[in-house]
């Protein structure tokens, strides 16, 4: 297939990954002409750590965790994509091998760009280096508000923000919110940095104080501006507890 077959056939594929779906005409073309779909099945390793990357690999469809492993091979998951995000952008704009590994744990069907391809387009169109731009300040982002979160958030306060965040992302404004997890609740928990009893335990205890209710991996958020709330009053509390530990 040549670069034109593949532009036409790609083209809508690209417009579907949020980043990339109002870019111009002509780089979008570009691009969707250095790409190729991929298919990958629950289970497979997608990126290795230490690994080259081949292109900046785009999420249609099912669900990637982002995890990397310590030296005694304990797993921490870092994130867990669902379509619409990329990743791999710094590995292949520093040219460095990948420091984390990717793993399909659904059926996957991602669109992989180039590293060369996107390279070309970057030196070529301003919009594409704003678009890579973008996506580097929300990686970073997202990481800030990790490192907040694990060195400044109680178990619970993590699980609450979590669930606001994910109440957030529907596309009505309504108070109330039904998330289901995107995933197993130990890969939740892992990513939030607790144990994946912490997790169901502190769960229900949300449940017992009326701001959700659970339904297997579905959870019914009464009141997202409650939710949220309660999250800031246990962290004041535990502010108070420390200045009060610190008087004594």
């Known amino acids: 297939?040549?670069?034109?077959?593949?532009?036409?056939?790609?083209?809508?594929?690209?417009?579907?990954?949020?980043p990339f779906a109002a870019l111009g005409d002509e780089p979008a073309r570009f691009i969707a002409g250095g790409s190729q779909i991929r298919a990958a099945p629950r289970g497979q390793i997608l990126c290795e750590k230490g690994s080259r990357s081949t292109g900046l690999q785009c999420l249609l469809e099912?669900?990637?965790?982002?995890?990397?492993?310590?030296?005694?091979?304990?797993?921490?998951?870092?994130?867990?994509l669902q379509p619409g995000r990329v990743f791999g952008l710094a590995a292949v704009l520093l040219d460095e091998p990948c420091p984390v590994?990717?793993?399909?744990?659904?059926?996957?069907?991602?669109?992989?760009?180039g590293r060369e391809r996107i390279h070309t387009a970057i030196a070529e169109w301003p919009e594409v280096s704003a678009i890579m731009l973008r996506l580097l300040a929300g990686d970073v982002h997202r990481l800030v508000h990790d490192l907040e979160a694990c060195c400044l958030m109680s178990a619970r306060q993590r699980l609450a923000?979590?669930?606001?965040?994910?109440g957030r992302c529907r596309a009505d404004a309504s108070d109330r919110a039904v998330v289901v997890l995107p995933a197993a609740k130990a890969l939740i928990a892992?990513?939030?940095?607790?144990?994946?009893?912490?997790?169901?335990r502190e769960l229900r205890e949300l449940a017992r104080r009326g701001l959700v209710e659970i339904e297997r991996r579905t959870i019914l958020i009464r009141s997202l501006d409650r939710l949220a709330a309660y999250s800031l009053e246990e962290l004041g509390t535990q502010g108070a507890e420390a200045v009060a530990a610190q008087a004594s």
Request: charged fraction near 25%; include cysteine; proline fraction near 1%.
């Open 1 to 18: 297939m040549n670069d034109i077959d593949r532009a036409f056939n790609f083209l809508p594929y690209l417009r579907e990954v949020t």
């Open 62 to 80: 099912g669900r990637i965790k982002l995890a990397a492993l310590s030296a005694l091979g304990t797993e921490r998951v870092l994130d867990i």
């Open 101 to 113: 590994f990717a793993e399909s744990i659904s059926d996957c069907r991602l669109l992989v760009i």
């Open 161 to 166: 923000d979590f669930l606001v965040k994910q």
């Open 190 to 200: 892992s990513s939030l940095n607790i144990s994946a009893e912490t997790f169901s």
